[in-house]
């Protein structure tokens, strides 16, 4: 599983944690069903946002919900699990990202894929995602074409970046592709005045996950002469903090327009795990959560301790009437720290 936003499991309510496994399971299943079982190894974090973002506006209902059978991840317990228009749509989008990511590891030549046997595999492993999450899209109304023009858009853009080109233009098709889908969301949940805050969120979303993986791999490409944004652009680390904290901002802001039936699940992941994402990329913080303490116990889940972001206090969080609005008759919320 990989993605930028993994909230630690010990640090979330009982109810929050809950909810995150049943998105989290959901993508799963959903890929499962749709697309067959190796089609599962794309179940991702940032995915299931995708899953979270459509319940939360349309609301929870007792048809959104299935009882899902033993797994491991879950020490071979049941559990309910989401299913649905969003658990799908998470699942076609994590199905053609992940085709991209393929190919950008094919076109860099990694590990085994520099063998040609290895890389021709690849390729059909990536060709029928793309189609396969093509498909699934089509039957939710949501056109993949937008992802994969974006994708491959990218490949040009990079070949033409040099020093003193600007990285929001390396970072401009991956926020499209999450512009587009976390719109779709608010259609799928007939709730289409949302559509153009949540596009915003996403289009910014977007540009965080781009900024942080070029972060955090920045020490390894530089050791293996994989491209990277930040050392292509020659752009600071200093500066890639700012253009960070300003989406992160942004996404907060954005998030304040949207009309969520409930938004707590949101909140936590896209105001609080989000920064914590940025400070875990850029070395300002680190979980509390003891490590060396094998796995977590009597919780259902076998997962690594501290191996998701812990989720902070929340001196500015959900308020009365609306999750990311000011207290009514109150002031604005503090911008976070």
């Known amino acids: 599983m990989f993605g930028i936003v993994r909230p630690c499991t010990h640090r979330l309510s009982e109810g929050l944690r809950v909810e995150w496994m049943a998105h989290l399971c959901g993508l799963c299943l959903a890929l499962r069903a749709d697309h067959g079982q190796f089609a599962r190894i794309v179940t991702n974090y940032d995915g299931l946002i995708v899953s979270v973002l459509t319940e939360a506006q349309a609301g929870r209902t007792p048809e959104g919900r299935r009882t899902a059978g033993p797994c491991p991840l879950r020490a071979m317990r049941t559990a309910p699990v989401a299913k649905g228009e969003g658990a799908r749509l998470a699942a076609a989008v994590s199905l053609v990202l992940a085709s991209a990511k393929v190919r950008d590891h094919v076109a860099d030549r990694d590990g085994l894929l520099a063998r040609r046997p290895v890389a021709a595999a690849a390729r059909r492993v990536a060709a029928g995602w793309d189609r396969a999450g093509a498909r699934t899209g089509a039957a939710l109304g949501f056109d993949t074409a937008l992802l994969v023009d974006a994708v491959d858009r990218q490949t040009g853009i990079e070949t033409l970046a040099g020093p003193g080109t600007p990285l929001l233009t390396v970072t401009e098709p991956t926020e499209t592709a999450t512009a587009a889908a976390f719109a779709h969301t608010a259609h799928l949940a007939g709730k289409p005045q949302n559509a153009a805050p949540l596009a915003e969120a996403g289009r910014l979303f977007g540009r965080l996950a781009h900024l942080l993986d070029a972060v955090e791999d920045r020490e390894a490409d530089a050791a293996s002469g994989a491209?990277?944004?930040?050392?292509?652009?020659?752009?600071?680390?200093?500066?890639?903090?700012?253009?960070?904290?300003?989406?992160?901002?942004?996404?907060?802001?954005?998030?304040?327009?949207?009309?969520?039936?409930?938004?707590?699940?949101?909140?936590?992941?896209?105001?609080?795990?989000?920064?914590?994402?940025?400070?875990?990329?850029?070395?300002?913080?680190?979980?509390?959560?003891?490590?060396?303490?094998?796995?977590?116990?009597?919780?259902?889940?076998?997962?690594?301790?501290?191996?998701?972001?812990?989720?902070?206090?929340?001196?500015?969080?959900?308020?009365?009437?609306?999750?990311?609005?000011p207290p009514p008759g109150g002031p604005a919320a503090p911008p976070p720290p």
């Open 227 to 325: 491209w990277n944004p930040l050392t292509a652009t020659g752009t600071p680390l200093s500066e890639a903090r700012r253009l960070c904290d300003d989406a992160l901002h942004g996404v907060r802001l954005a998030l304040r327009e949207v009309e969520f039936a409930d938004g707590k699940l949101v909140h936590v992941l896209l105001a609080h795990e989000l920064r914590r994402s940025v400070d875990r990329a850029f070395g300002t913080s680190s979980c509390s959560h003891q490590e060396g303490q094998g796995h977590q116990e009597g919780r259902g889940l076998l997962l690594p301790d501290g191996s998701f972001g812990p989720q902070p206090g929340n001196p500015y969080g959900p308020q009365p009437g609306h999750p990311y609005g």
